[in-house]
C-alpha cells in the first residue's frame, strides 16, 4: 500500500480498540519470568557453551601479540577466537569501530578475544588468563581540546534529526549585533551511558552455513544485514530472533560484538554459544551519548520576538563516525529571520558515540530551553509567554512549507494552568518551604516524526483467530499491544482473539523500534495487510464491493446484508502480506511533535541537595494508539531526561581514554525515591499526513526538553544558574542564597 495522500475516513477512526487505555498483552508473560529473553533460551539449541569476552587494556594502539596458552590450559575451556582465527570478517554498515580487534585497537574495550567454555564461570576464568601485549600510542580524549581544531561536518542521526555542517538563513551576524537584547553563553553536556536493565546478549547455533542468533536488537532487518556483512555470509543465511528485550534506548539499533562473538565462538566451538555482555562492557565497548559543547546566541527586540537565533555545538567521535547533532531542533522549533547553525566533530579515541533516546534533540534541548529562560529573564518576560509569541506554524527557514500540525502554545497554555504556573515567582530564591527553596521550570519539547516503510503478514484462521506476524520488535514499549488493537480493529474482533508475533526475521520486514518511528510505521503496516485481508474476506463472503464493508463484533456487513467473519475461513485459513510505503507528503509539510514541561523542585538552603517535587508534561503527537503504554513511555523518559539533568555523566579519564564510572554502582541513575508524581496530558490530536492510522511517535518526545526544565526549575529555586550538566553538589553549593 502506497501512502501517497492524507488518510481520509477509515477503520481506525472508529476507535473501538485503538485509543483506549489498554493492559499490555505482553505483561503475564513478563511479570510471571515466561518472557523469552535472549540469553535466557534454553530451550532453543541443546549443549550451550558460555563465551566471557575479553576486551582491550588500551583505548589507542596495536596488539603485538596474544598469550592463549594458560587460557587454552584451563579446565572447561572449548575455544577461544581472535582475529587471527576468526577468519576474514567486515565491518557492519551501522558499526563506527570493527567488533573484534586486531591488530589495531580502536577504543578501549573493544573485543580482543572470546573464551568458550562449558560454564561460564570457567569461561571468565580463563579469560582473566588471556596474555595481550600492547603497543600503546598517544589518543585523544581531551572534547574541549580537539574541537579547538575540529572541523565543521554535518551528520544525520538517520533518527529525524539532521543539519549541515552549516546553515545561515538571513544575517544573523548583523541582526545579532543590532538586537536590543541579547545573549550569548555557553552550555555542555556529557558523555552518557545506556543503562537498560537486560544486557546485550546473544544465543548463536550454526546448522550447516545456516546461522541462527537470538538476540537483544532493535533492528531486525538492519541486524541481520551487518551480521552477514561482518561475516561475510549471504544475508539469506542469516536468522535473528529477539521477540522480547529488555530496554534498547538506542542501544541496540545496531549489532554489537556479543552477536558477533557469539557466532564466531560457535563455528569455532561446534556447538551453541551464549554470550552476554558485562556491566563495564556495555559502558566502553558498545555506544553512548557523546558529550556536547554548545554556544547559543539570541537576539530580540523589546517585545520579546527574536530577530537572531545561532546554535553551535561541538561534539566527538571514533574515526569515520558523526556528530550529535544537537543543532537540529533549533532549525524548526521558533521563528525568527535571521539564523545559523553549525556542528564541528572532533576525532577522539573513546568508545563509539551514537544513538540514545532522542538523539540530537535531547541535549540540543538541554541548551536551548535553557538559553531561552535565561532570555526571557533579560526581557523581563514570563518563559512561557515568551515562547508563546515566538511560536511559527511554518518551517522559519522554508516559509512557504508549513507544518502538518502544529501545537506547541496548546501545550504550553495547557501545562501552565494545570500546573499551576501563575503562582511561580519570576524572582529567583524567594520561595521558602522550611529549609528548602522552591523553584518551577518550564521547556518546549519538539521531536520529528519520521516513518519508515513496514510490512506485515496476516492471518484469519477457522474459527475467527487472527495472528499478526512481523519482525517490528517490543523493547518493552508496548508494541505487541498496539498491533493487536490494531488487527482487532481492522477486522472487528476483540483483542483477545489476536495473537502477535514479534521480533523474527522470518516475518515481514518492519520498521524496527527506533526513532520515534516504530509504532506508527509498524501498526500503519499492519493496517495495509489488514485492509489486503478484508479484501479477501469480502470475496470469500461474496461482497461485491469493499468500499462500505464494516467489521464489526465478528460480522462482515455491507449494502444491507452480512456474514459471519469466521465463515470466511471456514474452508481454510486466509494469509496475506503487505506493506505500508510512505510518499512525500512529509516533504510537502513538516510533520512534527510538540510538548510542554513543567517542573517544581526544591533546593535545601544548606546542604543544596534538589529534589523533584512535581513533573507534567503535555504532549501534541497524533493520535495516541494506547494512551496507558504512551503515558508509561513519557513518564520513562521524563525520568531520562531527569537524570541527565541532576546525575548522569561518564567520567572520562583523559590519560588512558575510557569511562571510568563504568558500572551502575558508579554510573548514577535515578532510582524510585528521585522522581515524585509525574502527570502526562496528551492533546486530542489526529494527523493525516503522517499515515493511516494518523499518529506519530512519542516514546522519545519525554526525554526532549526536560532536562532544561528540571535546571530552569532549580535556578527559580535558588537564583544559582548552572551550565554545565548535570546540574551537581559541586557546581553551585558555594553560590547558594546566605542562609540567614
Not at 543590532?178 to 537498560?196: F, G, I, K, N, W
Not at 545559523?340 to 573513546?350: E, K, N, P
Not at 497554555?413 to 519570576?426: K, L, M, V
Not at 495495509?528 to 460480522?555: H, I, Y
Request: a negative charge; hydrophobic letters at 40%.
Amino acid at each position: 500500500m502506497k501512502f501517497d495522500t492524507p488518510a481520509g475516513a477509515n477503520p481506525i477512526d472508529k476507535m473501538t480498540v485503538i485509543g483506549r487505555p489498554t493492559d499490555r498483552i505482553d505483561g503475564p508473560a513478563k511479570v510471571t519470568g515466561t518472557a523469552p529473553y535472549a540469553y535466557e533460551r534454553h530451550d532453543v539449541a541443546p549443549n550451550q557453551a558460555y563465551g566471557f569476552v575479553v576486551g582491550a587494556g588500551v583505548a589507542r594502539g596495536t596488539i603485538r601479540s596474544i598469550d592463549l596458552a594458560d587460557a587454552e590450559a584451563a579446565p572447561g575451556v572449548i575455544a577461544i577466537v581472535t582475529a587471527e582465527n576468526a577468519g576474514r570478517l567486515g565491518k557492519g554498515r551501522m558499526n563506527t569501530a570493527k567488533l573484534i580487534a586486531g591488530p589495531d585497537v580502536q577504543h578501549y574495550h573493544q573485543a580482543v578475544a572470546l573464551v568458550v567454555a562449558e560454564t561460564f564461570e570457567q569461561a571468565r576464568a580463563a579469560a582473566n588468563l588471556v596474555r595481550v601485549d600492547y603497543q600503546r600510542v598517544p589518543g585523544r580524549f581531551d572534547l574541549d581540546a580537539e574541537l579547538e581544531r575540529a572541523p565543521l561536518v554535518g551528520g544525520d542521526s538517520n533518527e529525524g534529526s539532521a543539519a549541515p555542517p552549516v546553515d545561515e538563513v538571513g544575517d544573523f551576524e548583523g541582526a545579532f549585533a543590532a538586537a536590543d537584547v541579547t545573549l550569548d553563553e555557553r552550555y555542555t553536556t556529557p558523555d552518557q551511558s545506556h543503562a537498560m536493565m537486560e544486557p546485550h546478549a546473544s544465543i548463536a547455533a550454526w546448522d550447516g552455513d545456516q546461522l541462527t542468533l537470538w538476540t537483544s536488537n532493535q533492528m531486525i532487518n538492519w541486524g541481520v544485514g551487518d551480521v552477514a556483512r561482518t561475516l561475510q555470509i549471504p544475508k539469506d543465511k542469516v536468522r535473528l530472533i529477539s521477540p522480547f528485550i529488555g530496554g534498547g534506548f538506542g542501544g541496540k539499533l545496531f549489532v554489537r560484538a556479543d552477536a558477533v562473538l557469539a557466532a564466531l565462538g560457535a563455528k569455532a566451538a561446534g556447538r551453541p554459544v551464549k554470550v552476554a555482555l558485562t556491566r563495564p562492557m556495555m559502558a566502553n565497548n558498545t555506544t553512548h551519548r557523546p558529550a556536547t559543547v554548545q554556544r547559543i546566541r539570541l537576539g530580540a527586540g523589546r517585545d520579546g520576538r527574536l530577530t537572531a537565533i545561532g546554535h553551535e555545538s561541538g561534539s566527538g567521535d571514533l574515526e569515520g563516525g558523526q556528530p550529535e547533532t544537537a543543532v537540529a531542533q533549533t532549525k524548526l522549533l521558533y521563528a525568527g529571520a535571521n539564523r545559523l547553525t553549525s556542528m564541528r566533530l572532533a576525532v577522539l579515541d573513546l568508545p563509539e558515540g551514537n544513538a540514545m533516546r532522542a538523539p540530537g534533540e535531547a541535549p540540543g534541548l538541554m541548551a536551548l530551553e535553557m538559553a531561552m529562560d535565561e532570555m526571557a529573564e533579560r526581557l523581563e518576560m514570563d518563559p512561557v509567554e515568551f515562547r508563546v509569541i515566538n511560536d511559527t506554524q511554518v518551517d522559519p527557514e522554508k516559509p512557504e512549507r508549513p507544518f502538518s500540525q502544529r501545537n506547541l502554545i496548546g501545550c504550553l497554555r495547557t501545562g501552565a494552568e494545570r500546573f499551576g504556573w501563575d503562582r511561580r515567582n519570576a524572582k529567583p530564591a524567594q520561595v521558602r518551604d522550611g529549609d528548602w527553596l522552591v523553584g518551577m521550570g518550564v521547556a518546549s519539547a519538539f521531536r520529528n516524526n519520521m516513518t519508515m516503510t513496514s510490512g506485515a503478514r496476516v492471518t484469519l484462521e477457522p474459527g475467527g483467530r487472527v495472528i499478526v506476524e512481523t519482525d517490528m520488535t517490543d523493547i518493552g514499549t508496548g508494541s505487541y499491544t498496539i498491533i493487536g488493537q490494531t488487527a482487532a480493529e481492522m477486522m472487528g474482533v476483540p483483542l483477545e482473539q489476536v495473537e502477535v508475533r514479534l521480533g523474527d526475521s522470518s516475518f515481514p520486514v518492519s520498521a524496527g523500534s527506533g526513532g520515534q518511528w516504530g509504532a506508527n510505521s509498524s501498526t500503519a503496516g499492519v493496517y495495509a495487510a489488514c485492509v489486503k485481508l478484508r479484501e479477501a474476506v469480502a470475496q470469500r463472503l461474496g461482497f461485491n464491493s469493499t468500499d462500505d464493508l464494516d467489521f464489526t463484533g465478528g460480522q462482515v456487513s455491507a449494502g444491507g446484508r452480512s456474514g459471519q467473519l469466521t465463515d470466511a475461513a471456514r474452508d481454510g485459513a486466509i494469509t496475506v502480506e503487505d506493506k505500508i510505503e510512505f510518499g512525500d507528503l512529509g516533504e510537502k509539510a513538516q510533520q512534527s511533535t510538540f510538548g510542554a514541561h513543567f517542573v517544581e523542585a526544591a533546593v535545601h538552603r544548606m546542604t543544596g541537595e534538589i529534589r523533584i517535587r512535581r513533573m507534567l508534561a503535555v504532549c501534541a503527537a497524533g493520535r495516541i494508539l494506547n494512551p496507558k503504554s504512551a503515558r508509561s513511555q513519557v513518564i520513562g523518559a521524563m525520568t531520562m531526561g531527569a537524570g541527565a539533568a541532576l546525575m548522569e555523566e561518564l567520567a572520562v579519564d583523559k590519560r588512558f581514554g575510557f569511562f571510568v564510572n563504568h558500572d551502575l554502582a558508579t554510573y548514577e541513575v535515578p532510582v524510585h525515591a528521585d522522581i515524585p508524581h509525574q502527570e502526562v496530558i496528551f492533546l486530542d490530536e489526529a494527523d493525516p499526513q503522517s499515515s493511516p492510522m494518523k499518529a506519530k511517535g512519542v516514546g522519545e518526545l519525554g526525554i526532549c526538553g526536560i532536562g532544561a526544565a528540571v535546571a530552569n526549575a532549580v535556578y527559580n529555586a535558588t537564583g544559582t544558574r548552572v551550565r554545565d550538566y548535570p546540574v551537581t553538589l559541586d557546581k553551585y553549593l558555594e553560590r547558594l542564597p546566605a542562609v540567614a
